[in-house]
């Protein structure tokens, strides 16, 4: 069963300093996908978790506030009300703001652990002057494959038309056995340093969804700090627990985002590429 722990309902400074010795802050945004926090809960007792862990839902979906207060029944975890659906960067950034442990888990809530032992990443940012800023773990789909596109090498646009025809570069990374380091890991299932997040200003909320997490890592990367992929930590990743089923709303808040990490890290000549491609193959 789950341990329950008591929740600080304290409300810190934006990117203010932790006061507590808890390891683990796990955070998962939810918007439609109240159903899928039970099993997503329940997955946290396949792992073996050393230290304290305190469990923060920032909530953009008011209508399901009713069924979020009734989960809290039996299992213990913070509530974080968001004034609507301001999406995943803003509403991960106020559970950050809030969280205790020195070690923040992003997790979405259609994700579900299989197993893993947590101590690999506490290990992994230690104690002190570490690194490694970003941990993410391997993630798969039905049933139990690799997804894909889930961790990867840079994002350019030679990557994408790679991807395009069928021949991506990173497809070796999400097949990996052994931990390696990564440009870039996906927000569905990653742990990054408290101090490592607040360092970056956490997520840019200029990302509605999709991309925040590459921009973050390329961040990351840039600052020196190492992002490291832990392939012995299996998450399964059911997808679109989040999304609903507006295709074509979801294929434009991705290019949306496309473009704006294009234009924040890669040159205007590839974002213009990129436009073209874009327009080529539709």
Known sequence: MMKRHLLCRRHFGIFGVMDTDLEFSFIIVNYKSARQLLACFSSLGNVTISGGYEILVANNDAQETETLLALQQQFAFHLISIDGNRGFGYASNRAAERARGRILVFLNPDARFLSGDFSLVSSAFGHGQSKVGVVGFRLLVEPEMPQQWSAGAMVTFADIVRNHIGMPKSASIWCADAPREVSWVSGAACAVSKECFFAMKGFDEGFFLY???????????????????????????????????????????????????????????????????????R
């Open 211 to 281: 991309y925040e997490d590459v921009d973050f890592c390329v961040r990351v990367g840039k600052s020196d700090r190492k992002i490291l992929l832990f392939p012995s930590i299996r998450v399964l990743h059911v997808g679109g627990g989040s999304v609903g089923t507006d295709a074509f709303g979801q294929k434009r808040a991705y290019f949306i985002s496309q473009d704006r990490y294009f234009a924040k890290h890669r040159s205007t000549f590839e974002g213009r590429l990129l436009t073209f491609f874009r327009r080529m193959v």
